[in-house]
């Protein structure tokens, strides 16, 4: 006969084990710069390397941070200058300067959210703002923005929405022209993993988390290959 004791402690670890499932695994591996060398120095280098896991059919994310991201002005330059987030993240821009500085975008991802689905829709434009002040703006479409001042034209950030909470960001070193980078606490599942980079690329690479395991994954960068246009 099974003891009552037995059944007792059957149902507490049945209930932790659905309560607090040990489901997350980890992704880790090098980045390689390969064929092209990029410019890890000065206030606009290209040695951010955003590594992020999108999952393979179309499983929902978890919701964006209630959490504001933030993009401060300092010196000016934005800083940081290149911002991973998910979709439906805040982020607040910020003047640490004691000169006016102003914020922009006109790209797809910067639409005002209310807007996102008009014919002629309004983009990020926070205008003219005094040092010591800041203001939000909520990024509702996925992409890339290159954040700007019409004050100072020299400034420039990315803003790189993605669809995924599951991101990370990597800086390279100047000199081996590779970084390392390590993607925690991620669901078990199939997933593509992707990077973001402002002059290089990668193709996407298939990978299984698996519950509490290591998953590696190293990826080698390449210079973008320019898409022609069509003229009309
Ligand atoms: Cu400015």
Excluded at 1 to 30: C, D, E, N, Q
């Amino acid at each position: 006969m099974v003891s009552k004791k037995y059944i007792a402690a059957t149902l507490v670890v049945s209930l932790l084990v659905f309560t607090f499932p040990a489901v997350a695994g980890t992704v880790s591996g090098k980045i390689q710069v390969s064929g092209t060398k990029l410019k890890t120095e000065g206030a606009k280098p290209d040695k951010d390397v955003i590594v992020y896991l999108e999952k393979d059919g179309d499983a929902k994310y978890p919701d964006p941070p209630a959490k504001h991201a933030l993009i401060d002005q300092k010196s000016l330059v934005f800083i940081p200058h290149v911002l991973p987030i998910q979709k439906g993240t805040a982020v607040d821009f910020l003047n640490s300067d004691t000169t006016e500085h102003n914020v922009f975008c006109v790209d797809d991802c910067c639409k005002i959210v209310e807007d996102i689905n008009a014919k002629k829709p309004k983009f990020l434009d926070l205008g003219n703002f005094p040092g010591g002040e800041k203001a939000a703006f909520t990024f509702g479409e996925a992409g890339t923005g290159v954040i700007l001042c019409k004050l100072h034209p020299e400034m420039a950030a990315y803003i790189v929405v993605l669809d995924t909470p599951f991101f990370t960001i990597a800086s390279l070193d100047g000199s081996s022209q590779s970084a390392t980078y390590t993607l925690k606490n991620i669901p078990a599942g199939d997933y593509v993993v992707k990077v973001w980079n402002k002059r290089c690329e990668a193709p996407g690479q298939s990978l299984t988390v698996t519950k509490d395991g290591e998953t590696k994954a190293d990826i080698e960068i390449q210079k973008k290959v320019r898409k022609k246009r069509s003229r009309r």
